[in-house]
């Protein structure tokens, strides 16, 4: 089992995707998902030289309508029955006076069904943040990381703060943790996902990395402890497992 990383770009403009499939996708099924990373709807669909039942080529064409979309495979990597069908992982430019909106494309491509369903296994104090604040771009992490698999083993009753900043702050951090990125990018996604709660300094101003982690600090100790954060963490592996603990009501 694989998923597909393919770069898909119209032609003769700056708009371009970068999109996550599952390789066992036909080439009319990923029409689909192309409509919704692009915004096309209704018009006339095919890939030239190629059948819709076909499974996905190293590089193809797409074409909709009077556009050209130039598709190419750039990367492969194992899937598991966690990971999501079909993912926009980035992009940029948008046609006519449409704007790139991630969170929104793959809102769409999971389906309000699928968000539910997934949401429905975790914390309800996660899953009202996340609903508050339509952090929707997570839900295909939670799916990914299946908290059917949670053993609750884990005897750790976070977060220990009370104050909805501090809450909020955890539960960010958890989430950005479970990416496993890179320093620099684990900041800026909380950073991000923390404005996009409405939180700022007193003066208005963005919260940055290390006051977040401030806010939780308590509970971050507790982490610490466990070997999910810090200095001395445990194995990735490991650190999943704990994740996916602290993620999964």
């Not at 998923?3 to 499939?21: C, E, K, M, P, W």
């Not at 006339?44 to 797409?62: E, L, Q, R, V």
């Not at 309800?124 to 339509?134: D, F, S, T, V």
């Amino acid at each position: 089992m694989r998923s597909l990383i393919i770069r898909a770009g119209i032609r003769g403009t700056d708009v371009y995707r970068h999109i996550g499939v599952d390789e066992q996708l036909s080439l009319g099924e990923l029409h689909e998902v192309l409509d919704v990373c692009f915004g096309f709807e209704g018009g006339p669909w095919s890939f030239p030289d190629f059948d819709s039942a076909d499974p996905i080529p190293d590089t193809c064409s797409y074409r909709w309508g009077l556009w050209e979309v130039d598709l190419q495979v750039i990367d492969i990597y194992p899937r598991d029955r966690g990971t999501p069908r079909a993912l926009c992982i980035g992009g940029s430019g948008a046609l006519g006076d449409a704007t790139f909106d991630l969170a929104a494309i793959n809102r769409d491509l999971t389906g309000r069904a699928t968000i539910e369903e997934v949401l429905s296994l975790t914390k309800p104090q996660l899953r009202a943040m996340i609903e508050r604040a339509e952090l929707f771009d997570f839900v295909p992490l939670l799916q990914a990381l299946d908290l059917t698999q949670a053993r609750h083993h884990l005897d750790l009753p976070l977060p220990l703060e009370r104050d909805p900043a501090g809450r909020d702050a955890f539960w960010s951090l958890v989430l950005v943790l479970s990416c496993f990125a890179e320093p620099d990018v684990t900041d800026n996604l909380l950073e991000t996902t923390m404005a996009t709660l409405g939180w700022v300094e007193d003066d208005g101003t963005p919260l940055r990395a290390p006051a977040i982690r401030a806010l939780c600090a308590e509970s971050l100790q507790q982490l610490a402890r466990v070997g999910a954060y810090g200095r001395h963490a445990k194995s990735p592996v490991e650190r999943l497992d704990i994740y996916r603990e602290l993620l999964a009501g």
